[in-house]
């Protein structure tokens, strides 16, 4: 485990003279990573810090909101819309690693803005651990590592948590005073619902995707997961009211996990789920059928792509 304190006054000094006297943008996305990073570089650097929060359109119900409501200290806070311009990238994209590439492209291109706006040289990112390895290994790649543009105008590039475990991120969280709803939140990844999509991401499928992945967090709360999450992976035929439809199935996962690396899943009961499919299917009418999966990892990972 880290070593509070210690890591605390190692990483704002070495933020501080990685940044200097120029200015730096923070890659804000309301997760414990970047949350976390945020704070360190803040506390590091404080009014050279830009913080920037891009709505990708592939976020959470509400996260808008809530990145605006809880990141109000931060003066120099900076919300993005870039929307149209994620989905303008990722459209005709099915495959996995071409979707990751996308959009870590477009989030750097948009940092890139907003650095030449305000003169920051540097970058500081969340990325821990996990993500790398992952992303070295060639399981798949994360957007803010493998999924990251070869040619970028950062002089560098920060992490200050490059060597933390998740668990170990939320003790450094809770020894800088976050507040709980952002070190203890649910991992999200960084490319949003469009992981959670198999194929093109389309504005229906992220509509579905978005409203399955609320009742998902909402009902399994209770169960404690490391991760909770519902995608969106094809179509099936099925019956509402007296007619026939050709809808959107909805698979279900939630595993416990220390670190992300392995993971088991729940053991759910009946009627919970139950509850879940009745919520998903009877609040969307383009859902014909609801799934729970019940693979490890491994084999499986914790997000479908």
């Given at each position: 485990?880290?070593?509070?304190?210690?890591?605390?006054?190692?990483k704002v000094t070495e933020i501080g003279d990685a940044?200097?006297?120029?200015?730096?943008?923070?890659?804000?996305?309301?997760?414990?990573?970047?949350?976390?990073a945020a704070a360190l570089a803040y506390e590091a650097?404080?009014?050279?810090?830009?913080?920037?929060?891009?709505?990708?359109?592939?976020?959470?119900?509400?996260?808008?909101?809530?990145?605006?409501?809880?990141?109000?200290?931060?003066?120099?806070?900076?919300?993005?819309?870039?929307?149209?311009?994620?989905?303008?990238?990722?459209?005709?994209?099915?495959?996995?690693?071409?979707?990751?590439?996308?959009?870590?492209?477009?989030?750097?291109?948009?940092?890139?803005?907003?650095?030449?706006?305000?003169?920051?040289?540097?970058?500081?990112?969340?990325?821990?651990?996990?993500?790398?390895?992952?992303?070295?290994?060639?399981?798949?790649?994360?957007?803010?590592?493998?999924?990251?543009?070869?040619?970028?105008?950062?002089?560098?590039?920060?992490?200050?948590?490059?060597?933390?475990?998740?668990?170990?991120?939320?003790?450094?969280?809770?020894?800088?005073?976050?507040?709980?709803?952002?070190?203890?939140?649910?991992?999200?990844?960084?490319?949003?619902?469009?992981?959670?999509?198999?194929?093109?991401?389309?504005?229906?499928?992220?509509?579905?995707?978005?409203?399955?992945?609320?009742?998902?967090?909402?009902?399994?709360?209770?169960?404690?997961?490391?991760?909770?999450?519902?995608?969106?992976?094809?179509?099936?035929?099925?019956?509402?009211?007296?007619?026939?439809?050709?809808?959107?199935?909805?698979?279900?996962?939630?595993?416990?996990?220390?670190?992300?690396?392995?993971?088991?899943?729940?053991?759910?009961?009946?009627?919970?789920?139950?509850?879940?499919?009745?919520?998903?299917?009877?609040?969307?009418?383009?859902?014909?059928?609801?799934?729970?999966?019940?693979?490890?990892?491994?084999?499986?990972?914790?997000?479908?792509?």
């Amino acid at each position: 485990m880290v070593e509070t304190e210690s890591f605390i006054e190692e990483k704002v000094t070495e933020i501080g003279d990685a940044v200097g006297d120029a200015n730096a943008v923070i890659a804000l996305s309301g997760g414990v990573d970047s949350s976390t990073a945020a704070a360190l570089a803040y506390e590091a650097v404080g009014d050279q810090l830009a913080p920037v929060y891009v709505d990708t359109g592939l976020m959470r119900k509400g996260e808008t909101e809530g990145i605006r409501e809880t990141f109000a200290y931060m003066d120099s806070l900076r919300i993005v819309d870039a929307r149209e311009r994620f989905l303008d990238e990722l459209a005709g994209i099915t495959d996995p690693e071409a979707k990751r590439h996308a959009i870590g492209e477009q989030f750097i291109r948009e940092f890139e803005t907003v650095a030449r706006e305000v003169d920051a040289d540097s970058l500081v990112q969340g990325t821990i651990y996990p993500d790398r390895i992952e992303s070295e290994g060639t399981i798949k790649s994360h957007h803010n590592v493998g999924g990251l543009p070869d040619v970028m105008d950062f002089e560098g590039i920060v992490e200050p948590m490059r060597d933390l475990y998740k668990d170990e991120v939320r003790e450094v969280a809770r020894a800088l005073d976050l507040e709980e709803v952002v070190s203890e939140r649910m991992p999200f990844p960084g490319p949003g619902l469009a992981v959670r999509i198999i194929g093109e991401v389309t504005e229906e499928k992220l509509a579905v995707a978005r409203e399955a992945n609320h009742v998902v967090e909402e009902e399994l709360e209770e169960y404690d997961p490391w991760q909770a999450l519902a995608a969106v992976i094809g179509k099936a035929t099925g019956v509402k009211g007296d007619n026939r439809v050709h809808g959107w199935v909805v698979a279900v996962r939630s595993v416990e996990s220390r670190d992300g690396m392995t993971a088991r899943a729940q053991d759910i009961d009946w009627e919970t789920l139950q509850r879940i499919q009745s919520r998903v299917t009877g609040e969307n009418e383009n859902v014909a059928r609801v799934l729970y999966d019940v693979t490890h990892k491994p084999p499986a990972t914790i997000e479908y792509e």
